[in-house]
């Protein structure tokens, strides 16, 4: 493992190892770096904190003291350029420092993501999930050896750490209880048993904790503990939160009462929810805890509640992941909760809703055009009339509204927005936020031709940030957008294994939408390998399964051009056949079949008459299709308007970043153009 990759050899720097799972530490190959006092130490600590991105200076400053020095930014070069002498002693003098490095405002810890123990448990720990019992065994306690105290034990007071030490606290419980739950499907209950003890001491408020160590009483023979432990459990619950047991508990109440023989079972690790099904079935179970829970949300917050507002739209937002039904219901409902806040006459709870609908957005035109006016909207009025000391991370979210709900707009607001809502989200280092951000850098990111590479970087950035933080459905996004941009770049195996991916994550956390874009990219993988015949009747199968996916913006005009680019692709007589629903695409439509059928003084007024394509993921496919009018007609001045728009696209494939269809490649598209134009 090394703590930065460069061209030289093994060097003291690429051997760095840091610690935070305690007080913070560093160690190379021959042992403890001598780290200075406590600033030194925090700006170390602070570094680590960002995870590879960069802290700017003056967010440095505001973190190492209350009351800045007058002197305070020469401090901080100071207390940097000591950290460089002794994370890379051997580095030559002004030589550009590797791993403690200055990038535009600020500073970044270029560590490799296995050179950080916080960084190394978060993965071990989410690994042990996929491994067979006795494996999570080993692999945990070997992640758990690796704790010395406290995380960041010496920032505990510090604001700029918290947020980093309640996560990794609770991914440390959740560790135990996972190498518990993999011990005693092992048959060693009995050696689980004092370190649940302990674990429910430090931590009397987690559930799972109370039924492991129950269950580990009862299968080492001692039903009386087990059933004390519960009246434990419930005890501390009534007493410390007011709260029932949950379902999981209860359930273990009774099945020792009745002495189930399904608790003497040894299998292998299984969720709290379904340690001992009920004869029903997952499906039942599933079913009866929601009402459960939907009943005591009843009962228990006031129907008037701003609370209940924003509990809506998290349940909007879920619904907008589950397929078609659950989109639609969810356009339905989101601007009816949008309007009900702003009925409060409270800011700050209508940013919230309005910021809580991230949904990932993969397609860059609307659904709903009036609703994503309505929304644009009511995200403005509420960024106008946000109160002073308003959070950051409020006007990101809002900010990030804008720029998805402006996608397939010429409108400066939706790419200025973008912007900003980027900026205030890598500076809050807030990886969910920043998700949410970079998805409206995507929709923004289709302004002209030949921007796939752009987009690829963004996915690239979506996927590694969202693997590490478990932000599944904005990991699925990523994979989408590269699959779409290595189409784009003519790199199938590349956009291939995109798929793959997708498909995976998509089976395992119940994600059906995907299905729809990985369906047309086989479509686009059949055009682009000549197989004319059977890409046209794969089109026509992936439309009709999109005619059921609740999505317009994407189906709306969709199968014609999506046919006749496939024979301008190869070469083919267009055949525009007007009858279809070409949707917005039907003026490019209307030239083309112009000049198709010789009325070629016609087709040039309507070439003319053409605006721009819309800058969504078809911009290209469009002006192919406007190119094969012009070429048809001899429309000269729309030749050159054409090719001064594909130019940028050069050596890339027409079209296929929308990752459903392809004109072919620009190269030959240009090189026909200049062969008119000569």
Avoid at 262 to 284: C, E, I, N
Avoid at 425 to 432: E, I, K, S, T
Avoid at 502 to 525: C, I
Avoid at 633 to 640: F, V
Wanted: hydrophobic share 45%; with cysteine; charged share 25%.
């Amino acid at each position: 493992m090394t703590g930065s990759t460069g061209a030289t050899g093994a060097t003291a720097t690429e051997q760095v190892r840091f610690g935070v799972l305690g007080p913070v530490a560093a160690w190379n190959s021959d042992g403890p770096l001598a780290l200075a006092g406590p600033r030194q130490r925090a700006v170390l600590a602070r570094l680590i904190v960002a995870r590879r991105h960069v802290v700017p200076v003056p967010r440095l400053i505001d973190d190492l003291w209350e009351d800045p020095p007058e002197r305070a930014l020469g401090t901080v070069r100071t207390f940097v350029a000591a950290l460089r002498k002794v994370l890379e002693p051997d580095r030559p003098h002004r030589a550009p420092a590797r791993l403690l490095v200055t990038e535009g405002p600020g500073y970044v810890l270029r560590a490799a993501p296995d050179a950080v123990d916080a960084w190394r448990f978060e993965t071990a720990v989410s690994e042990a999930r996929q491994l067979p019992p006795q494996d999570a065994v080993h692999r945990l306690d070997e992640a758990l050896g690796w704790w010395r105290g406290p995380a960041y034990a010496e920032f505990a007071d510090e604001e700029w750490a918290r947020t980093e030490r309640s996560r990794l606290a609770e991914l440390r419980a959740l560790a135990v209880e996972r190498r518990a739950e993999a011990a005693l499907a092992l048959g060693a209950a009995a050696d689980v048993v004092p370190d649940l003890d302990a674990h429910v001491t430090r931590h009397p408020w987690r559930e799972d904790a109370w039924r492991l160590l129950s269950l580990a009483l009862y299968r080492t023979g001692r039903q009386g503990d087990a059933l004390a432990t519960l009246r434990r459990a419930r005890a501390t619950l009534a007493d410390e939160l007011g709260l029932d047991p949950g379902p999981a508990l209860r359930r273990l109440e009774a099945d020792i009462l009745a002495q189930d023989a399904a608790l003497d079972l040894a299998g292998g690790p299984r969720p709290a929810t379904t340690m001992t099904p009920p004869p029903s079935g997952p499906a039942a179970t599933a079913s009866r805890l929601w009402s459960e829970a939907a009943a005591s949300y009843d009962r228990t917050v006031e129907a008037g509640a701003r609370a209940r507002l924003e509990s809506t739209v998290g349940l909007v937002r879920s619904l907008a992941v589950t397929g078609a039904g659950g989109l639609e219901a969810a356009r339905r409902h989101r601007m009816a909760t949008v309007e009900a806040a702003e009925e409060f006459g409270d800011t700050e709870l209508t940013a919230r809703v309005i910021g809580a609908f991230d949904v990932p957005a993969i397609w860059p035109r609307s659904d709903d055009p009036d609703l994503a006016r309505q929304i644009v909207a009511a995200a403005e009025r509420t960024l106008a009339h946000l109160p002073e000391d308003a959070s950051d991370a409020t006007r990101c979210r809002l900010l990030a509204t804008v720029a998805v709900e402006t996608r397939g707009a010429r409108t400066p607001r939706g790419p200025e927005a973008a912007r900003e809502a980027e900026r205030l989200a890598r500076h809050l280092d807030d990886p969910a936020l920043l998700a949410f951000a970079l998805n409206g850098t995507f929709m923004q990111s289709c302004t002209r031709a030949g921007l796939a590479p752009r987009r690829d970087a963004i996915g690239a950035e979506l996927v590694e940030l969202c693997a590490r933080h478990g932000l599944v459905t904005f990991e699925v996004l990523g994979h989408l957008i590269r699959l779409q941009a290595r189409a784009a770049l003519g790199d199938f195996p590349g956009a291939d294994a995109h798929a793959a991916a997708a498909t995976r994550l998509s089976e395992r956390h119940e994600l059906p939408l995907v299905g729809v874009f990985t369906r047309w990219y086989d479509t686009l993988r059949l055009a682009a390998s000549g197989e004319v015949a059977r890409a046209e009747t794969a089109t026509r199968v992936a439309a009709a399964h999109l005619d059921e996916a609740g999505m317009p913006g994407m189906r709306t005009g969709l199968l014609p051009l999506a046919l006749v680019t496939l024979r301008l692709a190869h070469l083919r007589p267009p055949d525009v056949d007007l009858t279809a629903d070409w949707g917005p695409h039907r003026p490019w439509a209307e030239a083309l079949a112009l000049a198709e059928t010789g009325r070629h003084a016609q087709a040039r007024a309507a070439l003319l008459a053409l605006p721009e394509p819309p800058p969504d993921l078809l911009y290209e496919a469009l002006c192919c299709v406007e190119a094969e009018a012009a070429l048809r007609s001899g429309d000269r001045t729309g030749l050159e308007r054409v090719r001064a728009r594909l130019l940028p696209a050069a050596g890339q494939l027409a079209g296929a970043g929308s990752g459903v269809l392809t004109a072919g490649p620009v190269d030959r598209w240009l090189a026909r153009i200049a062969e008119a134009l000569a």
